[in-house]
């Protein structure tokens, strides 16, 4: 799903394009991606792009006449920019919003319809999709630390629960507590304030440094392959392969369709956590520590 960093690098490769202009018209290729009917989608017809922000992990282009296009890309959406006389087809294409200077495509991989858009009116409401999560990059520490001790959670949970931290999901998580060098089982209630102040940079420093990356990356382009498995992290989507601080191959915890990745020897003192699916399968066979996995 795409994060803090992605989002970003979307609404900053978006402005040149389509800040100020019209847009044309916004065509649904997919009636499962329309999640509103009222305002009709012909009333945005001809208006210009007011705003572009970011609403946790959503889009938001804000439009002439107090109206809101609201865009939540879930894990598999994805946006897609064609210069004018250049056409996205294919079955994953959900919606297209056409703009002088281009068209800019939302499409979903897989069978799931998760993605959506939202046409709404006035900016109040917008409180609708504001899960009240704190903003993590202009946060004080003192704020980070009363919202994380706020419920009693395991990192790994407390990071990403959008209701607690806006903007942080699966992979960028892994990466912050790989930084902080902190186990993603370690509850809310029992880290010690040393170990809240290395979050607290770790937080900002991975956000930072991976925007700034992504930035890099695109250059004066647009995002066209946004991933949550990039080969320079540290531990997201690495399972296996080498720690690059310490070399010791990295560990996982699957649940569902995720799963958190971390360092045995970086993050949880040499203890191997136990994998929801295989431990209770291995039970007593379980290893315990890196040197009984290996």
């Known amino acids: 799903m795409p994060e803090l960093p992605d989002i970003t690098i979307y609404l900053e490769r978006l402005a040149p394009m389509i800040q100020g202009e019209p847009l044309e018209r916004v065509l649904i290729h997919n009636p499962f991606v329309l999640r509103s009917v009222d305002p009709p989608l012909s009333t945005v017809d001809g208006r210009a ?4 922000e970011r609403r946790g992990k959503r889009i938001v282009i804000g439009l002439e006449g107090d109206l809101f296009i609201v865009i939540h890309l879930m894990i598999a959406g994805r946006l897609r920019w064609r210069p004018p006389g250049k056409k996205l087809a294919g079955k994953l294409t959900m919606a297209s919003l056409a703009f002088p200077r281009g068209t800019l495509y939302l499409t979903e991989a897989g069978t799931q319809r998760r993605a959506s858009l939202h046409l709404i009116r006035g900016r109040e409401a917008l409180s609708q999709f504001d899960r009240g999560g704190l903003e993590v990059m202009s ?5 980070f630390e009363e919202r994380l001790r706020s419920e009693n959670h395991t990192l790994k949970r407390a990071l990403t629960d959008p209701r ?9 998580s892994d990466e ?14 029992r880290i010690s304030i040393e170990q809240v102040a290395a979050l607290y940079q770790a937080v900002h420093n991975v956000l930072l440094e991976w925007t700034e990356r992504l930035r890099r990356d695109v250059g004066d382009g647009f995002p066209e392959k946004v991933t949550a498995f990039h080969e320079t992290m540290a531990v997201h989507g690495r399972f296996g392969l080498p720690c690059p601080d310490c070399g010791a191959p990295v560990q996982r915890i699957r649940y569902a369709t ?5 360092c045995v020897r970086c993050q949880t003192g040499g203890k191997l956590l136990a994998d ?3 431990s209770r399968l291995l039970k007593g066979d379980w290893p315990k520590s890196l040197d009984e996995l290996n």
Do not use: C, D, K, W
Request: glycine share 4%; no cysteine.
């Open 139 to 143: 946060a004080s520490p003192m704020q």
């Open 258 to 262: 995720n799963e958190t990745n971390y």
């Open 164 to 172: 607690l931290f806006s903007g942080i999901g699966n992979s960028y």
């Open 176 to 189: 912050i507590l790989h930084r902080a060098r902190l186990s993603p089982l370690l509850l809310t209630s």
């Open 49 to 52: 792009v007011a705003t572009l």
């Open 276 to 278: 929801r699916a295989m």
